[in-house]
Structures are given as structure tokens and as C-alpha cells.
């Protein structure tokens, strides 16, 4: 059994006018220490997904449907008493932006240990060890100095660094990251990227990584999700998505990364932008963008298709999967 | 070679924190004392850019990139050293005397939600700098204008009447260039034109901006952080870091083989889509801050090759073998 197992997710804004869809039928697992990124461009709802795992969407936005499974239990179905037993002890949040995280008036000790103490029935002292501990872990120079410092006192990379110290003092199962890295320059990337990628290993966590940068996902995980407009368009393992991707969203995606590129030349370009949740095109929210779409494709979103070991959604996909087959049975 | 477009000579710029007389003075062992402190951030940077090139200016955030674009623009003063342009000095020229290079030099913002006056329409928006620079031009002209830079960017003349908020990100980056482009620029300093962006749109804009340079003849600043954008989108890049400019090369050098050891492990920190790991080269700590600028090469404290000459002696730009400039005394001594 999968360590979380999402089933069929919706998720809804209830605003004026009716409500907006932000994620639809969303479905996927993630096992134990595996590593699972989270790819899309702003407004794909990659966050959304993110956030609604732990039933951490604010109101206007609520779980229409689905289940989410964590070790067999549906965490959408959990009351919030429940759901705190979890959340930052069995999964935990790694957030954007540092200084949005941590409380610029308390010390570092001090946040560390108030979130051991709301989970462990142990001393003060004990729990200061543990949150030394942990900072050591995360390779901060003179550890014991950090814990009565506070947040403004410590660089960007620093501050994330203590961001991923806090998330690791429980133990937890899953460390749920969204966008750990954009906030940092590229060397300061690379460094907090490393050394994520190196605890989760260590300590056998499942990371669930939401990012927009597919070079950092190639470098991370293992398997991935693209999303487009709140839904699943194709999933599997990173490296076979990379190499070759199915869905023309993807490859567009892949393409118009200046590395692909000759140097000069012009770059790839996917036509138009991401629609907004007011107005999803029907059939699949990608057809007008895209360069194979067809009048099927306005009508109805495509089922998933398997190509290797990647799912994907688009009826051009399926047709040259349908047309691959019938000329080797044609062969045969 | 030919004179070049514009040249950054000796240029430094310093920013004061230290607030007025009365703030500096403060109580230390029964005496007062004058304290003054500022931002260093840009220390002796020298670059020419050449016509028709678009030199990219690389580095992290703090290293002095954006204030150079805005000093070359005259949106800062320079503390010492001095703006050319087309032969002539330009940073210390008045308004009037300095409105006609404003006209040829324009500059696109990084945020299109904070350039573009969400009071004003896209038309007014675009308007106001010919009519600003060609107060004789007819009504018609203006408009014909409008519509030709519109067209060109690819945003639909008919949306004129239609304000900021309206439009999407990318939209908006595009109504920032076609204002740069209304006044018929000569050159163009870019900073972060496209961080704000997502990846798809990200190489609509790059697209237009080199379109625009080959059917305009454009000269670009190219401020930017991403080191990808630059090897597709630079002729030459120079690497900043506090304040200084470490590497100057052509685009195909500096990606080929890098020479300074900032510019390396700058380099091996883009995450490649070929990765399996992440796989940079590491330095030790982080950035000092430009209020008390390390002594010698401002890069030793982190570079795995420093010596006691690194922390003594400033380095100067020398030329290589390749063509390729560094400032390194390692590179110099042949260490590396």
C-alpha cells in the first residue's frame, strides 16, 4: 500500500458567481521515501494540490470530492483535531518564502521547541536537544548560537535551512515542499536542493517537491506530475517524462527551456497562456493552445492512456499509441 | 574596432545609510564620535557595449547588476566614474540637454505589474512618451505609431482602451516593450525582463526582444540572474559579483570554458535537465555584505583557491589567451 494515496481530488473556490474548479480528479501516490515533483506554471494548481493534502486551503476553498488516503485513512474526512496530530509531525510544510514561515519575534529555539513540545510530551531541555540536533543536520555553521537568534538575523539560504530543520524535528513521514528554492540565487539553490535531497535519503521521507524549474525536478525525484489548469496531464517517472514527453503541453514546456535551444536561435514558443479558472476552455483546458488539437478535443477531456510507464491525457497521444498497435498486429 | 555605443568607465556607486550629520554622531567612551557607513554596490565596474550586441550582465542578488543598468540610464548618480554614449559624456548632463539621449535609450522594468500606471489605459500608456519626444507629431502620426509598435509586440491595436490589470503577465511585459520601442530606441537596458514570467511565456518575450533586435538593430544591457537565458540570448556576458565585474567573455567562451572560479561554480549550479543529482561545485559560506566589502579580491573568502596575494591585492581584469577577461590573480599566476 502506498504511503498517500490520493483518489480522484477535487478541489473548489466557492466565489460569487458560482464555484471555481481548481483541481479536478486529481489521482496519485507517493510510496515511502519516494520523490515526487509537482511540475506547472503559475495558476496550474500544483500549490492547490499541495496545500489541500493537509486540508490547508482557506476558505472560500473547500474539498468537493475525492479521498486522500494517508497509511488508509482519509485525511479529507478528519476533523481538524485529528488533522493537527499530523500536520507538522507525520507531514510537514516547507513553504516559499522563509520569512513568511518563521515569527520575526520569537528566536529560533523557541519556535523549534514550541512545535516538539505541541506534539511530545517531553522536557524543554529535551527538546532544545532535538532542535540542535536538527540544525546540525542541516549543516548551519555554530548551530548552538542560531537557537537564541532571530530569523532577521540570518541570510535567505540560512533561514531555509532552519525552514527545513523545522520540518525534519518530528520525524515526519512526508515533507510536503512548495517551491523551497525560488526565493534564493542559484548557488543558494543548488546548496538547500542538495541537502534536501540528501536528508530525505538519509532519513527515508517521502518529498513531495512543488516547483515550475524542471531542471531542479530532473535533479530531485524520481517520478512527476505535470499539471494545466487544475488537472493531471501526464505522470511517471521523471526521467522518462524528461527524455521523451508525451504530452504536447510537456514537450512545449521542455522546449522552450532556453537550454534546449540553439543559442541565438529562436526559442520554442507555446502559443497563448494558461487560462484563468474563470473561464477553463471545455474538453481539454490545453486544446487551444495546442498544436494537435482537433474537435474531439474541444469536447471532452481524454482519459488516461499508458505510454511505458507514463500516463498521459491527450487524445493524440492515445491515437499514436492506437495506431502503433494495429501496424504490429498488422506485422504480427 | 569600432567606438563603441556606450561606455562604463571607472564607475562606482555608493549608497549611504548612515542618515543625516546627527544621526551618524553617537556616545562611545565618553566621546562622540562620526560614524558613516554605506552600501558599496558597484566598485570600479568598466564595460563598453558595443552596437548591435546584446551584453548580458550576470550575478546574484546584492552583486550590483540592477545598479549598474540604472546608473547607465540615469536613474542613479554615479558616485565617482563616468556614462558614455556615442562619444559623448552622458551622467552629468542636465534635462534638457540630456532628453535627447533619453529618447534613444529606453529600458524595460523587471515587474509589469509595477511598470505600467494602472490609471492610465494601454493607448494613454503608450502615448505619452512620443508625445513627450515628438511634441510636432499629428494626432495621426502618434496613432500610426501606436499601432505599429502594438502590432510589432503582438498585442491587438483594438485592445488600446483596455488598462494594466486586463492583461496577463506576459501581455504586460509586451506593453512594456512596445513603450520602449515607441520612441524608436537605439538601445535598450533590460533588467530581469522575464524573471516575473512562467517558463512558457518566459520564450514568447525572449522571442520578441530578439526579434526586435534584428529588425529594429537594437543594442541591449541584458540585466539577469539565469545563466540559460544568457547562453542563448547573450553576444557577450559579463559575470558581477560585489560589485565588481569577475569575467568578460563572448557568450560561446564563457559557457565553454569558464575561468574564473566564481563564474564555475556559477555555471555548475544551473540544475541541467540531464541531471540525475545535483551536481555544483560548492563554496564555502555566502556572500559577504557590501556594507564592509572584504579586503583584495572581494571573492576570496569563498574560493577554493585563494592565497595570501588573493587577500591582499585587488585583481585586475587581464586578458587571456582565449580573449576571455578575468579578474583573478590564480588565472593570472597560471594557478588555474
Redesign the interface.
Known sequence: MALLEVKNLDVRFAVRGGDLTALRGISFSLDKGERLGLVG??GAGKSVAAFSILNLIAQPGYIAGGQILFEGKDLAAMSERELRKIRGNRIAMIFQDPMMTLNPVLTIGTQMVEAILAHRNISKKEARAIALDRLQKVQI?SPEKRLDQYPHEL?G??RQRVIIAIALLLDPEIIIADEPTTAL???????I??LL?NLCEQENVALMLIT?????V???TQRMLVMYSGRIIEQGPT?EI?NDAQHPYTQ???N??????E??A??????G??PSLKNVPSGCPFHPRCNFATEQCKQAMPEYVRSGNVAVACYEVANLIEQEKRMQEAES | MTSPLVSIRALEKRFDLSGSLLEQITFEGGRFRRKQEAVHAINGVDLEVQKGEALCVVGESGCGKSTVARTVMGLLSPSAGEIHYGGQRIDNLDGKAALLYRRKMQMIFQNPYASLNPRMTIQQTLEEPIRFHHPDWSPTQVRDKIHEVMHSVGIDPDWGSRFGHEFSGGQRQRIAIARALAVDPEFIVADEPISALDVSIQAQVLNLLMDAQESRGLTYLFITHDLAVVEHFGTRVAVMYLGRVCELADTKNLFATPRHPYTQALLSAIPKLEDDRPNHIRLKGEVPTPVNLPSGCVFHGRCPYANERCRQEVPQLIVTDGGTQVACHAVEERRL
Open positions: 506554471e503559475s555553521p541570510s539560504g540560512m540565487d542559484v548557488t543558494i539553490q543548488a546548496e536542493m542538495d535531497l515550475h524549474d524542471l531542471g531542479v530532473s535533479q530531485v526521467r524528461i512545449g514546456l521542455i522552450a527551456l532556453p537550454q534546449m535551444g543559442p541565438g529562436r526559442l520554442f514558443q507555446i502559443p497562456s494558461m
